[in-house]
């Protein structure tokens, strides 16, 4: 039995996509819907639709993938009415990411969701590393405290942040001293590991055009700073405050770590782009067996239990 709720949304199983990845179009999101996931993710949404960065953008590489698509998306009205028109026939939940290019831009698409029939889980991202002169939001605590502040004002249906990944535990503590203070669903940790550089050295290129080659890095890569991620948040937050675990997920049991460190739902970017959404039935065939293997029945059974000595 592989169900997990997250802020009372039920889903079947805990793998989803991660936003961003097969999740652009009516099409793909479709596709992900008649996979095996438990639910799916839409493309971060800009109020306008975007044609996003020059070509090449994604390179998938041997350990992960380096990506600055720069935000190709339909825009927001596209992946609200696709949300609504899912939210009661779904087998699976869908979840809104928004994405605004500014403060007001997250306010005003938060405000047209509050005025919407949508009921379901919205992530707001707030680290998004690859439009050109805009910084990532979450690396900014005082921005993240503006952001949080306004949207609570009026926004009371259920609202997730995508955040980045850090590396010192002093900015675990900072920032989870501002997130407890408000009524959040979840957090979804880790979004890719900003402004990384791939080169190829026969041509002695970048291998993506965007920012002089710099993108966000996924997969196995960035496993172990996804995980400290998802334990060093479970280990900070309130209770009443979810965890989606993203990064480096490839197998079963990369699924099985992140649900060990206190996720409750499971995301897949890299390999999902690389594999396509047949990869749902094959984690859940492999977290199924390394279930067995140890003798669990359900997730309740060791999530949140990695065994510290
Ligand atoms: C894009 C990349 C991200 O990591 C993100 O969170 C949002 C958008 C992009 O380049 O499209």
Request: hydrophobic share 45%; net charge positive.
């Amino acid at each position: 039995k592989l169900t997990s709720s997250l802020a009372g949304v039920t889903f079947a199983n805990p793998l989803l996509n991660a936003a961003g990845v097969h999740c652009a179009t009516p099409t793909e999101l479709d596709e992900v819907l008649a996979s095996a996931a438990g639910g799916v993710v839409t493309k971060s949404a800009t109020l306008a639709p975007r044609d996003g960065n020059v070509r090449p953008r994604f390179q998938a590489l041997p350990l992960g993938s380096i990506n600055s698509m720069g935000l190709p998306n339909q825009g927001f009205d596209a992946y609200l009415a696709y949300a609504c028109a899912h939210q009661q026939a779904a087998t699976a939940p869908v979840i809104l990411s928004l994405a605004g290019l500014s403060l007001a831009d997250d306010l005003a698409m938060l405000r047209r969701v509050q005025e919407s029939d949508f009921t379901g889980l919205v992530e707001l991202n707030l680290s998004c590393p690859n439009v050109p002169g805009k910084p990532q939001v979450a690396y900014d605590f005082a921005a993240v405290t503006r952001v949080l502040d306004q949207a609570f004002q009026f926004f009371t249906k259920r609202l997730g942040i995508k955040l980045p990944p850090y590396l010192d535990l002093a900015q675990f503590d900072a920032l989870a001293a501002i997130l407890n203070r408000y009524p959040l669903a979840y957090v979804n940790a880790i979004n890719s590991l900003g402004n990384g550089l791939v080169i190829d050295p026969l041509t002695e290129r970048p291998v993506i055009r965007p920012k002089g080659g710099f993108g966000g890095i996924g997969g196995a890569y960035v496993k172990p700073t996804a995980l400290a991620n998802v334990r060093a948040w479970r280990q900070r937050l309130n209770p009443t405050i979810g965890i989606i675990g993203t990064g480096g997920v490839r197998t079963g049991t990369d699924v099985f770590e992140h649900l060990l460190c206190g996720a409750d739902l499971v995301q897949v970017g890299t390999a999902l782009a690389t594999e396509g959404p047949a990869i749902f039935a094959r984690l859940t065939r492999e977290l199924t067996a390394v279930m067995a293997t140890k003798g669990y029945q359900t997730l309740a059974d060791f999530r949140g239990k990695l065994q510290v000595r």
